[in-house]
């Protein structure tokens, strides 16, 4: 089967109950020892694998997907899954000695959500998991969550730059995003600026969370961010980007939660030639795409579909506003829908809505650094 891209890394099975609001008068609260009445349960893909990939083939980008899981019940149903939504599992290699990844995902409305993970045979998964003939035809591979891949982070990234070297000798453009590592777990204690100096030489495309890249170069956990309590400050924004695009990332692609997704491009696009249409127009961007007006149902892989909507506009040869906005429409989108796909639009529905006159969401930034286009993007003010 010809595949455009291939998502690789981080592959679990999402299980969520469902848990009443307090309106229901049937509010959770977790309390040890009290039975909590819960609503019916789902199973969902899901990691950077599932979730991105997907994600990229609702929007119009046959995908591969790549990972590790376990032959057990939670591997079975993965499968299952994985077939009805079209994705076959080619590139899917199943480890007899470890259980399938899965996570239980709390999400009472109005609290924060709770996840409980297993990582399974994840801990095993590695660049000889996806050989370089995998890669044949291949324009995009796609590799998320190493702070959650043992292989990934430890020595330094050095499997992770091997997969990535890989895939660029073949030609293909590669593609970064990562999860904020616990500070209490090995993941944590990871030299992460120096795993960065290592991998992103390799990497085109990288797409990390603000608070993610905070606690990576600066080691700083923004709890504060996470809940939108504090302003995005551009300054802030162009010196942690400039950090990356010196340690050769072409495009940089900060998610910020509601407030949007920060873009940042160099001034050497040589490399992207292949799947970017006019590289001069993508470079030394800097700009800001806001979220749109969403009824936010839950928010699980709303930064895996906005990954895949950026690198679907991409893909589909959009410039770099549009690529950006389409990022946004598909992280509001998917979160009307409590799971980690179900609430994501097809790429011709997104680009209708954002053509009706969606409504955007400015966030909490720095407006007296921004000013908001015709195109509904944030462009830096000339002070």
């Known amino acids: 089967m010809k595949y455009t891209a291939i998502a690789a890394g981080y592959l679990c099975l999402d299980i969520i109950p469902q848990i009443y ?59 299952n899954i994985l077939s009805g939504y079209g994705a076959d599992n080619y590139f899917i290699r199943e480890d007899e000695h470890h259980a399938t990844g899965h996570t ?21 998964f590695c660049a000889e998991d996806l050989p370089s003939i995998s890669l044949d035809g291949i324009k995009l591979l796609h590799f998320g969550y ?24 073949s030609g293909v453009i590669t593609s970064l995003d990562m999860s904020l590592p616990d500070p209490a ?8 600026p120096q795993w960065l100096k290592n991998v992103l030489p390799e990497v085109d495309i990288f797409l990390p969370s ?12 923004a709890d504060d961010l996470s809940c939108n309590s504090r302003m995005i400050e551009a300054d802030m924004l162009f010196r942690l980007s400039g950090k990356l ?14 407030n949007g997704i920060y873009l940042r491009t160099s001034s050497d696009l040589s490399r992207l030639s292949e799947i970017v249409e006019k590289p001069e127009n993508w470079q030394n961007i800097e700009l800001i795409a806001p979220c749109f007006d969403a009824d936010v149902k839950g928010t699980t892989g709303a930064g895996d579909c906005t990954i895949a909507g950026f690198l679907a506009g991409v893909l589909k040869g959009f410039g770099p506003a549009q ?10 989108s998917n979160v009307e829908a409590a799971d980690s796909l179900s609430g994501l639009m097809d790429d011709d529905a997104l680009l209708r809505r954002i053509k009706d006159g ?26």
């Open 21 to 79: 609001s307090e309106s229901s008068g049937k509010g959770f609260a977790y309390v040890p020892g009290k039975l909590e009445e819960i609503g019916s349960t789902a199973f969902a893909p899901g990691g950077a694998a599932a979730n991105t990939g997907l994600a990229l083939n609702k929007l119009g980008i046959k995908t591969g997907l790549s990972g590790r899981i376990g032959r057990d019940p939670f591997g079975l149903i993965l499968k």
């Open 104 to 124: 239980f995902i709390l999400n009472p409305p109005g609290q924060d959500r709770m996840f409980m993970v297993h990582s399974g045979a994840n801990d095993f």
């Open 146 to 169: 190493p702070p959650l891949l043992k292989k990934s982070f430890r020595n330094l990234g050095e499997d992770t730059k091997t997969l990535f070297k890989s895939a660029r000798n």
């Open 185 to 192: 777990s090995e993941a944590g204690t990871v030299d992460w």
């Open 210 to 221: 603000l608070e993610e890249i905070m606690f990576m170069l600066d080691g700083k956990m």
């Open 245 to 258: 695009i010196d340690l050769g990332v072409a495009i940089v692609c900060i998610k910020m939660g509601s």
């Open 323 to 332: 690529a950006a906005a389409f990022a946004c429409a598909a992280g509001s």
């Open 358 to 383: 969606w409504k955007i969401c400015p966030g909490r930034l720095d407006f007296e650094k921004w000013r908001l286009n015709g195109d509904n993007i944030f462009v830096r003010k000339q002070l």
